[in-house]
Structures are given as C-alpha cells and as structure tokens.
C-alpha cells in the first residue's frame, strides 16, 4: 500500500520537483499530428525540436489512485499551427480530469463522440474540468513555455489511436497575431 507522500509544483519555473518519470514528445514523435505536412517536414529536417515533456509522478495505475504529472509545452510552430499534445480519449471513457495552468498562456481543445467541441484558453490558476468522454489536446498559444497540471484517475490510460485516425475538429492556428480557431480540414468524423 502506498504511504502519503508530497512533491511541489514551482509557479516561478512552472515545473514538477521531484518527478519520477519524464515523457519527452519531440516533433519525430508527433508525426501526422500537425495539419500542415510540409511546415512539418522543413521543420523536422532543420532539428527535431522538443515539444513538450511530461513530468509524472509513479503511482500505481489501479482504481482509486490519482496520477499527476506537469506538463511543459514549449513555444512554437508547425506553419500556423501552435505547438501542442498529441490528445487522447480515455481508454475508461467515463473518467474525468482537472488542469490547472501554472505558468504560460495556453489552451485546451475538446471534443465528444456526438461531435461537440470546447475551447478554453487557460493562464496561470485557470482550472479547466475535462468533463468524462471528452478527448483533450492543450496547446501553448503564449511565447514562452506553458505548464500545466493534471490530476486525473491513475487507471484511466490513454487512448491515442482514435485521435491519430480522426484528429480533432477545431484546430488553433496564429492568424494576425492572434489565436484563432478555424475548422480542420482533415477532421475525420
Ligand atoms: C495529461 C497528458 C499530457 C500529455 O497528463 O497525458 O498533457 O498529453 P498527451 O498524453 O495527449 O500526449 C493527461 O491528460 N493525462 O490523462
Ligand atoms: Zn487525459
């Protein structure tokens, strides 16, 4: 049985202290995520850039544990497209989670199987409620990097292979200098 244990979240540096486990997403690791192919591929040539990274903390992936980790999303783009996670529904659909912004300026897009979608922008302290059954993907529309924590049920997973085949709705892409959502192309209903 697992005994109490603490770590902390640091607002100045928006980062896990005392993470277990990182998981690093670079843009080799993102293929077929971004809408536009050729941005893609220039960008990739030049370097594989670090996307973002997740900081967990271990905890036993059983019912009743609650798994936390920060994420950081480095700024950037992919053409218009703003750096983001690849997204995922849960594999127990009916598992909800909570996000709170910590440092940098970003936003979280959600979608549902009957086709609803939710955009919410999120700053440090925005505590966002993905609701069960909602797929999530956040993305950092600031200039520097964006953090966030997540504290969700440690025996929920990930289910990522929907996404990769549909994508999302909406995406968040940089027009005039500003984040803009527009309607996805290659969305896959
Ligand atoms: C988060 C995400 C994390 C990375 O901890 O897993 O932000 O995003 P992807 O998993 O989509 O690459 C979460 O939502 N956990 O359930
Ligand atoms: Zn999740």
């Known amino acids: 049985m697992l005994e109490p244990f603490k770590s902390a979240v640091d607002f100045e540096s928006g980062l896990l202290k ?21 941005s893609y591929a220039q960008l990739r040539a030049e370097e594989d850039g670090m996307v973002y990274e997740v900081f967990e903390k271990e905890v036993p992936a059983n019912p009743g544990q609650l798994a936390h980790a920060v994420t950081v999303i480095y700024p950037g783009k992919v053409g218009a497209e703003y750096y983001m996670t690849k997204g995922h529904f849960h594999q127990k659909e009916p598992t909800a989670e909570l996000y709170l912004g910590v440092k940098g300026q970003g936003g979280i897009i959600m979608q549902n199987k009957e086709g609803k979608t939710s955009y919410l922008e999120m700053k440090p302290g925005s505590l966002v409620y993905v609701a069960p059954y909602w797929a999530h993907r956040t993305i950092n529309i600031g200039s520097e990097p964006f953090s966030f924590l997540a504290i969700y049920p440690a025996d929920a997973g990930h289910d990522y292979g929907t996404i990769e085949k549909i994508g999302f709705p909406k995406l968040v892409v940089e027009q005039e200098g500003k984040p803009t959502i527009i309607s996805n192309p290659r969305f896959k209903r």
Not at 19 to 27: A, G, H
Request: proline content about 5%; cysteine-free.
């Open 18 to 38: 005392e993470y277990d486990n990182k998981v690093e997403r670079r843009l080799s690791n993102l293929e077929g995520i971004f809408n536009d192919a050729p």
